[in-house]
C-alpha cells in the first residue's frame, strides 16, 4: 500500500491529453514539493517534472505538473505512442522522514 | 556528464547481508547540496526509496527498513555502499542508485542491478 494514491492505468490516443492524478496528504504532497518519473519498459526512471511544475532539460513542454492542497497531477498533451510507460509520483513525508512514492500508473497509448 | 553504476552480487541466500556498490562520476559527494540514495524496484511492483547520504554525512534511511540497513560514501574513491542484513525472498528487486539535490528530487539514475535472493 503506497503513501501516495495513483490510479493503476491511464489511456488514450496518439496527439490526445492525459492526466495522472497523485494524492497524498498535509504531510508530505501538502507541504513538499512533488517529482514525477517516467519508466519506460526495461529501462530506469526518469526524472521528468521537479518541485511539482519545473522541467528538467531535454523535457518537452507537452509534459506539465501541478499541484493543489494534497494532491498533485501529471499532465500530457499531444501524447505519443513512445510515452506508453510507468509514471511515478513522489514527495518527502514530513511525518515519516522518508520519501514517499506513488503505486506507479501504467499509461497506455491506444 | 554524470553517471552512476551499482556493482554488487546477483544472487544471495536468505538471511544473508546484502553489499551494494555505486560508483559514480560527474560530480562530486562533498559538494554542498550533493546527496547520493537508494531506490529498488520488486519485478512488477512499484518504486521503493531505501536510503540517502547526503554531502555533509547526513544519512536518512525507510523507516521501514532502517534497522537493516547502512549506508556510507567514500568521497576519494566517488563511491557510496549500501549494506542490508538479513536478506529475505521478498528484498529481490533492482537496485537503483540516483543522485539527490533534494528530497524525492532524483535527476540522475544508474541502470540498476537486480538482486534475487534464494537459496
Known amino acids: 500500500q503506497s503513501v501516495l494514491t495513483q490510479p493503476p492505468s491511464a489511456s488514450g490516443t496518439p496527439g490526445q491529453r492525459v492526466t495522472i492524478s497523485c494524492s497524498g496528504s498535509s504531510s508530505n504532497i501538502g507541504s513538499n514539493y512533488v517529482h514525477w518519473y517516467q519508466q519506460l519498459p526495461g529501462t530506469a526512471p526518469k526524472l521528468l517534472i521537479y518541485r511539482n511544475n519545473q522541467r ?32 511515478y509520483c513522489a514527495a518527502w513525508d514530513d511525518s515519516l522522514s522518508a520519501v514517499v512514492f506513488g503505486g506507479g500508473t501504467k499509461l497506455t497509448v491506444l | 556528464q554524470i553517471t552512476l553504476k551499482e556493482s554488487g552480487p546477483t544472487l544471495v541466500k536468505p538471511t544473508q547481508t546484502l553489499t551494494l556498490t555505486c560508483t559514480f562520476s560527474g560530480f562530486s559527494l562533498s559538494s554542498t547540496g550533493v546527496g547520493v540514495g537508494w531506490i529498488r524496484q520488486p519485478p512488477g511492483k512499484a ?14 534511511y525507510s523507516p521501514s527498513l532502517k534497522s537493516r540497513l547502512t549506508i556510507t560514501k567514500d568521497t576519494s574513491k566517488n563511491q557510496v555502499v549500501l549494506t542490508m542484513t538479513n536478506m529475505d525472498p521478498v528484498d529481490t528487486a533492482t537496485y537503483y542508485c540516483t543522485r539527490s539535490v533534494q528530497l524525492g528530487n532524483f535527476a540522475y539514475w544508474g541502470q540498476g542491478t537486480l538482486v534475487t535472493v534464494s537459496s
Do not use: C, M, N, Q
Open chain 2, 47 to 60: 518504486l521503493e526509496w531505501l536510503a540517502l547520504i547526503y554531502w555533509d554525512d547526513d544519512k536518512r
Open chain 1, 56 to 87: 528538467p532539460s531535454g523535457v518537452p513542454d507537452r509534459f506539465s505538473g501541478s499541484k493543489s492542497g494534497t494532491s498533485a497531477s501529471l499532465a500530457i498533451s499531444g501524447l505519443r505512442s513512445e510515452e506508453e510507460a510507468d509514471y
